[in-house]
């Protein structure tokens, strides 16, 4: 299976070079013509509104902070299970290499954009509208296909969460049970339209989360200390099975990837010549988080840890505190994540809604749609009830490609001519390096889930 894998990739990297700029001549035209007509939309609101550009734009400082509460999310709980699956060495080399690995796409991406917006003279360019303009419609459609698809799998993962916690809070009701009550709390969420609205309550969710990482790390580092473990029978390895790293590389994966908010954050930059910086710093004290966690959870639990190893905490006030604040996290989560998602299948129903369904209609037929996608959402996570192995498969499946696989295929076809033969290389080792493992994360996350539920 890799082996057919490198070969397909090595093709379509080969493709990808013979094809010429008139070949996409026609698509690229368009959608260069409707990000320039958006942005041309967007001067004409603001003109005369009295605002300084300047006074938006973020700092150094400002724009570190923002990535790091990009970067570290409720994923990094799900490592020292995937720490389990690989073995602590493999880790501990690993975690560091991924993120190393996705650091270097992101740059390039923020390279590409640079490069054509310089060219075209465009005030700022989406991941979407980047593919787009480089790969052409299917690009634009396959990165937006697979945003939906990894965001709608982040609110699978973040349902589950939720109803596996309280199920372990409250066990009166069964976890099917806790997802059915949690539904309409996800709709009426789901109905909100701005994000503005969402505010005052993510430095909370934050704040939640960084008090589940220190106490989490507080009672590892504390049976570490004691030279103890809750299960003495647990084993621990250096280098786990082969069957089993492909679940690690999907969990990892899924912890690290932020490709989707880094064109934003440096669009709004006083100084984007700076986010190289930035990227760097907060990517170096993100390996040190999650390599840190990753290995220490592990080692106190060693493989009997649970798939998010605030399930394998003992039962205590202070424990019960933690999952409560974590569930109200991943709550507010849920409608972060849903938004991007929402946005792209709305764009693609508004002509269909124009020509079929009356004006005044839109509203409510919006809010069917986003309680359909919810159905789903909750739907998923009742028909494949097992956390660890739904992060791999969401991560193998979506974050792959959004991290590893598009950024590096998007600067091939956008700069091939000025790349070197080694850094052209580079590109397609990325590229088929993203798709083994992505493809190996995928198949043994499916094999080992119906292997589960049968």
């Known amino acids: 299976r890799c082996c057919t894998c490198v070969s397909l990739c090595l093709s379509l990297c080969v493709r990808m070079q013979l094809y010429t700029q008139d070949d996409e001549k026609t698509p690229l035209l ?53 720490f389990a699956k690989a073995g602590w060495l493999i880790g501990v080399i690993g975690v560091p290499l991924i993120t190393a690995i996705s650091t270097l796409c992101i740059d390039e991406l923020v390279r590409v954009k640079n490069k054509i917006c310089k060219e075209h003279r465009l005030k ?10 480089v790969l052409g419609k299917y690009g634009s459609i396959a990165v937006n296909t697979t945003i939906v698809v990894t965001q709608m799998g982040f609110c699978c993962v973040y349902a589950l969460f939720i109803a596996q916690h309280l199920h372990q809070l409250l066990s009166a009701l069964t976890q099917l049970e806790y997802l059915a009550i949690i539904f309409p709390v ?26 589940a990482y220190v106490v989490v790390m507080e009672r590892c580092i504390a049976y570490l200390a004691e030279h103890r473990r809750e299960d003495e029978n647990s084993k621990i390895v250096a280098i786990g099975s082969i069957a089993t790293i492909p679940i690690f590389f999907g969990n990892t994966v899924y912890s690290v990837e932020i490709v989707g908010v ?33 290995l220490i959870g592990y080692l106190a639990y060693g493989d009997t840890v649970a798939d998010s190893i605030s399930e394998s905490l003992p039962s205590s006030p202070l ?68 956390l660890g192995l739904f992060i791999s498969l969401v991560g193998s499946l979506g974050s792959g490609a959004l991290a590893l696989v ?8 956008a700069m091939g001519s000025e790349l070197s033969p080694a850094r052209r290389a580079t590109d397609i080792l990325l590229i088929v390096f993203g798709v083994v493992g992505s493809a190996a994360g995928t198949y043994v996350a499916l094999k080992d889930i119906i292997s589960a539920m049968s």
């Not at 996800?186 to 008090?211: C, E, G, H």
Request: glycine share 6%.
């Open 262 to 294: 880094v064109l934003p954050m440096e669009n709004k930059m006083a100084q984007p010549r700076r986010f190289r910086g930035v990227l760097l710093i907060g990517m170096s004290i993100v390996v040190l988080i999650y390599t840190s966690f990753g």
């Open 30 to 82: 368009s959608h260069l013509q409707s990000v320039q007509h958006r942005d041309a939309d967007v001067d004409d609101l603001t003109e005369g509104s009295g605002e300084e550009e300047e006074e938006q734009k973020t700092s150094f400082g400002e724009t570190l902070v923002n990535f790091l509460k990009g970067c570290i999310a409720s994923g990094f709980l799900s490592l020292p299970f995937a």
């Open 124 to 133: 700022s360019l989406s991941y979407e509208d980047l593919a787009g303009i």
């Open 186 to 211: 996800f709709v009426l969420i789901s109905w909100i339209r701005s994000l503005k609205t969402l505010a005052p309550t993510s430095m909370l969710a934050n704040m939640f989360i960084l008090f």
């Open 319 to 386: 424990y019960a505190v933690l999952k409560v604040l974590l569930c109200l996290a991943l709550l507010q989560s849920y409608a972060i994540q849903f938004y991007p998602p929402i946005e792209i299948i709305e764009a693609g129903l508004k002509p269909w809604m124009k020509e079929k369904i009356s004006e005044g209609k839109h509203y409510a037929v919006c809010n069917i749609v986003r309680a359909l996608l919810v159905l789903v959402s909750v739907g998923l996570a009742a028909a494949i009830p097992h």
């Open 406 to 413: 598009f950024p590096p295929l998007i600067h091939l076809k």
